[in-house]
């Protein structure tokens, strides 16, 4: 990953440990353990408050805020403040200094980038509402409001003055910047007697110098493979079968209109000796499946039958783990399999069922999902969306015997073959 070397120097990291091993925190609990007690929203609004300031009062600052973004070093309009911070925006002053002379304190400044050590500013690209980015951007016009993401209440600023709060959903229809923390940036390592530190992209995609194509649209689709499936052809291994199918089928397989059922149930053998019914023979439901067309049919009652969900995640990827928990719906398919043993008085024909209750994850495996990525805005987080193509199911075979279901509830009854047709 793109290493980025910045100095964050103040004294509050000057007064840190002496001891070298201890001068260096390599994750970012530990480097936020150090910050100032501002929250991010205080830091952020205090930070808005100044940069409205500066920006309403020096093209100069537009021109460079501007010149900053278009270079998206991240893939997008941002301005990391601790890259820029130092640079030179107009007679000899630093984007910094500008900032310092419009702070109430000499330590206001230090406390916001103590608080905020990936603080951002973004030129939202607003161009799919009305004709805003940073590149459309009118700079000989003063007016601009600064926002701030993790401001509940999206208090406005202009020119350091509180205008108002915008409406909960509403787009900026006016020249705006927003305060953020960069997403696309991790924390590496703070060394705490220099003041030094070391920033890495989270992932290689956001890393300019890297990029050999058009940068990523705000949006993209595409299908990943889920679970593998099953080969529904495999036949099933003799040493599945009680041992009187194995017997059956090896002394008739040869025999031209024989019936292995004559062998099971009366001993009938190749020989045609006539044998005796064995009444303690029943019929196993051993296994069964459902073709994927006909799942919309059998998940069409709301609130009872197992359904596809379509679930979201702000900021990362789930988890496969994840995804198979929040796919599927609660709930269970229920499968009744009729039996009946007939006789001559068709009044009294016997009915048997076989009831099962069976998770949608046993019947079916979901070859691909489809992912849908929307990248963050000025105004929300980068999210994920999955959904499945029902096209995109595929069967399994579902065993009861091997799901905890007693012999009772998978066996038919016994009937005479004599007596019942």
Not at 91 to 118: A, H, R
Not at 227 to 255: D, Y
Request: net charge neutral.
């Amino acid at each position: 990953m793109k290493k980025l070397l910045f100095i964050f120097a103040s004294m509050f990291f000057m007064f840190a440990c002496t001891q070298e091993e201890e001068n260096l925190l390599p994750t970012n609990e530990k480097a936020t353990a150090e910050t100032s007690k501002l929250n991010t929203a205080e830091a952020q609004l205090r930070f808005a408050k100044l940069l409205s300031q500066a920006a309403s009062s020096s093209v100069e600052v537009r021109n460079f805020l501007k010149k900053e973004a278009i270079k998206q070093f991240d893939n997008d309009y941002d301005i990391f403040y601790p890259i820029v911070k130092d640079k030179i925006v107009t007679d000899g002053k630093s984007f910094k200094d500008i900032l310092l002379s419009y702070c109430n304190t000499p330590n206001e400044l230090t406390e916001i980038e103590q608080s905020q050590l990936l603080l951002n500013i973004l030129i939202p690209d607003l161009t799919l509402f009305w004709n805003f980015n940073a590149e459309k951007w009118d700079t000989n016009n003063k007016e601009i409001v600064v926002l701030c993401r993790d401001d509940e209440r999206d208090t406005m600023y202009e020119n350091g003055e509180n205008i108002g709060q915008m409406e909960k959903g509403n787009i900026p229809g006016f020249p705006c910047l927003v305060v953020k923390n960069n997403e696309r940036l991790n924390i590496k390592t703070i060394n705490t007697r220099s003041g030094e530190i070391t920033y890495e992209f989270i992932s290689d995609a956001y890393d300019r110098s890297k990029r050999i194509d058009k940068p990523a649209t705000r949006h993209s689709e595409r299908d990943d493979a889920l679970e593998p499936t099953e080969n529904l052809t495999i036949g099933i291994a003799s040493s599945e079968f009680k041992a009187n199918i194995v017997e059956a089928w090896n002394e008739l397989k040869n025999i031209r209109g024989a019936y292995q059922r004559d062998y099971i149930y009366y001993g009938i053998t190749k020989d045609n000796k006539p044998g005796i019914l064995n009444r303690n023979i029943r019929e196993e439901l051993y296994r069964f499946r459902i073709q994927p067309e006909a799942f919309t049919k059998i998940s069409d009652q709301d609130k009872v039958d197992p359904t596809l969900q379509t679930p979201t995640q702000e900021k990362r990827y789930l988890t496969y783990d994840e995804i198979m928990k929040k796919i599927w719906s609660d709930g269970m398919f229920e499968f009744r399999f009729k039996s009946y043993i007939a006789s001559d008085n068709n009044d009294k024909a016997m009915e048997h069922l076989l009831t099962f209750s069976v998770n949608p994850r046993d019947l079916f495996s979901i070859e691909k999902i489809h992912v849908k990525h929307k990248n963050s805005t000025a105004f929300r987080h980068s999210k994920n969306f999955y959904s499945v193509n029902p096209a995109n199911l595929k069967s399994k075979w579902y065993y009861p015997a091997k799901h905890s279901y007693t012999q009772n509830s998978v066996f038919t009854l016994p009937w005479d073959l004599y007596s019942n047709h």
